[in-house]
Every structure is written in C-alpha cells, then in structure tokens.
C-alpha cells in the first residue's frame, strides 16, 4: 500500500539534536528543561526551523522516551537507530521515508551477509580476549557492550586493523558499538531529512555528545554544530576545530545556549 506522507511546510532551516545526554539527561533530577520547548517553538515560528532528533534508539524505544519525559512538542522528524528516518503523519502515527528505510535496509543485509568471516573472527578474539559481550541485536549483524570506555578503545583499534569490508563501518556510543553501512549514519539521515524541504548542510545546525554524533557534526554536513557541556572529550575537540559552540551547561540547558548563540534570541 502506497504511503502519503503529509505535504511538508517551508521550512528555511534544519535543527538535528541527539536525545539521549545532549537532550534528555539520564543521570539529573530534571532531564529536560522545560524552557528547552518554549526555545525551540520560538526558533520555529521566527526562524522557520524545522527540528529533529538523530538517536541510536529503535522508534519504539524513542517514542517511549517522549512519554517519559513528557514532550509537550514534537520534532518535525526523527532519525531512529542512526540510519532510519520518519516524519508525523496523521492520527500520531510516524510515517517512514519509504525510499531511504527500503534501500537503508537492502544495503545493510547485503553488507552485513559478506561480513560473516569477519564477524566470526571480531567475535572469537571478544570472547577470548575481552570481558566485553557479543550481543545479536534484531535487523543488525552484531553489537558489542564493553566493561569499560578503555576496554572499547582496545576494541575499536582491533575492528580498525581488521580486513573487513570498506563499506563497514559502526557507531559507538560510550561502551556500546553496533555495526553498519558506512552510507548510512545520523549524518546522511539528517541530509536527507533536510533535502525534503530542498535544504542543504548551509541550513543545517547539528548538537550532539557522544562517538556516534559525529558524522552529523561534519562540515559536509552542517555549517552549524555544538555540543554541551558533559559532551566526550573527542566530541568537544571537533567542535572546537570547527569553530563550533562548546556549551557551558549539560543537556538540554547547553542546546538552548548553543540555539541562542545561532539564532540570536
């Protein structure tokens, strides 16, 4: 059955922000500040800005997240496990970018049934070498969740030197990894998003804190970035070679600073 999405509304700027740690704070009281939605529904109204959220979470587990928090507002897009992309439709429903997600999903099956040899071998030395677990995850090859951050880095520069296949690559978000299709990342999903409204990186503003934001914080991809404040340390370095805003508050309190220094409110 053919999917109508919603005609789009003219939007003249793009906002990509991670959720977890840069919007919603996992370890404080008060994970989200409520000021962050007046914030966002100004720059919208003024500025014609369209905002999403870029997330290593499933759309299920996202959605959840919106109720527990409470999200009196909602984005204009979301990019779920770093590849997939979906945009409200009507009756609450989230509609999908039927010809991203089909090929998204195409190209991930056929990528990761030609690594198996090289699966096998990554899992063999994780479980022979390292505290670290090999977990199956449904609709990817593998994840990996190690003890420590360093234990992760040990295992990283093991994938690094590893003959697998140029087109594997994967994200990391602190000790958590999970393999993918180097065509799809937060980076590409958030292009695409901005493509429906005929925006390119110029227009585009991208926040994030963690390994797996980095391909949406690239100059290819956006002309604006920041991070806030309980940002990792390579996040926070990017940034600033890129003359992007380091926040000096966490969470969401940071993204309004970074939001407030763009947009001038």
Request: include cysteine; charge should be negative; glycine fraction near 6%.
């Amino acid at each position: 059955m053919l999917t109508i999405l919603p005609e789009p509304p003219l939007w003249k700027a793009v906002l990509g922000f991670d959720f977890d740690d840069t919007l919603v704070l996992k370890s404080a009281p008060t994970s989200i500040d409520p000021l962050f939605f007046d914030c966002i529904e100004w720059i919208r109204s003024t500025y014609g800005a369209a905002w999403g959220i870029a997330t290593g979470r499933s759309l299920h587990q996202l959605l959840e997240g919106f109720h527990a928090v409470k999200f009196p507002v909602l984005p204009d897009f979301v990019i779920a496990r770093e590849r997939e992309l979906y945009y409200p439709g009507q009756f609450g429903r989230w509609v999908p970018d039927e010809e991203w997600n089909r090929a998204c999903e195409k190209d991930h099956k056929k990528l990761f049934r030609r690594s198996r040899r090289a699966f096998a071998r990554l899992q063999k030395f994780i479980e022979a070498e390292t505290d670290a677990e090999w977990v199956s995850i449904e609709g990817d090859a593998a994840a990996i969740v190690a003890t420590t951050d360093e234990e992760m880095d040990r295992i990283i520069d093991l994938i690094e030197i590893s003959s697998c296949p140029s087109e594997l690559t994967y994200e990391r978000n602190s000790i958590y990894l999970r393999f993918s299709h180097r065509k799809y990342n937060k980076g590409s999903g958030l292009l695409q998003a901005a493509d429906r409204w005929g925006l390119g990186a110029d227009k585009i503003l991208a926040v994030g804190d963690n390994y797996n934001d980095l391909s949406m914080l690239q100059p290819e991809v956006c002309e604006a970035c920041g991070c806030p404040s309980n940002a990792v340390e390579a996040v926070k370095q990017h940034v600033q070679l890129r003359g992007g805003q380091l926040a000096k508050s966490p969470g969401s309190r940071g993204v309004m600073e970074i939001m407030r220094f763009f947009f001038d409110q």
